[in-house]
C-alpha cells in the first residue's frame, strides 16, 4: 500500500526572497475582486431561475467566498505583515502615510467579509475604490 502526502503550496510565504512583485500582488488582488463581482452576478442570476440549480448556486458561493479569503491573505501577509513598514520613531510624515495605508488595507478586509456576506455589488465596488486608493498611496513618491 502506498502512501501519498501532500501539502497547499501557498502564493507567498513570509521569508523575504523578493521573488513576487508588488504589482503582481496588485493585479492578483483585482483579479479577486473581479471573480467575486462574477459569482456575486452568477448567484443572483441562477437563484432568479424558476427551478434554480442549487448545486451551481453553491459553487458559485463557495467561488465568491474562496476568492474573498485569497484576497484577504495578500492583505494581511503580503502587505502588511511584510511590505508596509513600521515608521520611524518620531517620524511625523511616515506615521500619516502609515496610517493611511492600513486604514486602506483594513478597508479592504472588512469589504472583502462584506462580499462573502452578501451579493451586494456595492461591497464590489468599495473593494475596487479601496485598492485603488491603496494603490496610489503605496507607490506614491
Known sequence: M????????????QIPCGIYGDEGRFKELAEHITTIEKSMN??????????????????????????AD????????YFMAQRVKLPAAGDVKAQKVYVKKLTLLHEMLVYSMKAKQTTDLENVE????????????????
Open 70 to 77: 485569497e484576497l484577504s491573505e495578500i492583505v494581511t501577509y
Open 42 to 67: 452568477q448567484i443572483k442570476l441562477l437563484s432568479a431561475e424558476k427551478n434554480p440549480n442549487m448545486k451551481q448556486v453553491v459553487r458559485w458561493v463557495n467561488n465568491k467566498d474562496d476568492h
Open 126 to 141: 468599495k473593494l475596487e475604490q479601496s485598492l485603488k486608493k491603496f494603490h496610489d498611496v503605496y507607490f506614491a513618491k
Open 2 to 13: 502506498a502512501v501519498v502526502l501532500g501539502s497547499l503550496a501557498y502564493s507567498h510565504c
